[in-house]
């Protein structure tokens, strides 16, 4: 059974830092591109960072480059979402998602929330 967790949400000041993990089990996780999507009040669903399999070459949406970073960690099956400077525009719910494009498969998380809020 295929399942990806994410934790680490929560309330953050503006200006603040957290860190969001992405726990996979039930597939290949190294051979999958492993992406962070976010969804904001009212809002589409948007790619924030991926990261590939082997080469761990990584993609930004312009809002957050210079200020989030994604990692994998294959041993663990996780792959992590480092945000700093955190601003309002933040806020949304961030979606964990896994892709292998020559099986044609993509598995969704469910969700976690971050508010940024003084």
């Known amino acids: 059974q295929v399942q990806l967790v994410e934790s680490g949400g929560g309330l953050v000041r503006p200006g603040g830092s957290l860190r969001l993990s992405c726990a996979a089990s039930g597939f290949a996780f190294s051979s999958y591109t492993m992406s962070w999507y976010r969804q904001a009040p009212g809002k589409g669903r948007e790619m924030v960072a991926a990261?590939?399999?082997?080469?761990?070459?990584?993609t930004y949406a312009d809002s957050v480059k210079g200020r989030f970073t994604i990692s994998r960690d294959n041993a663990k099956n996780t792959v992590y979402l480092q945000k700093n400077r955190l601003t309002p525009e933040a806020t949304a719910v961030y979606y964990c998602y896994a892709a292998n494009a020559l099986l044609g498969r993509g598995y969704w998380g469910q969700g976690t929330l971050v508010t940024v809020s003084s």
């Open positions: 990261i590939k399999t082997a080469s761990g070459r990584t």
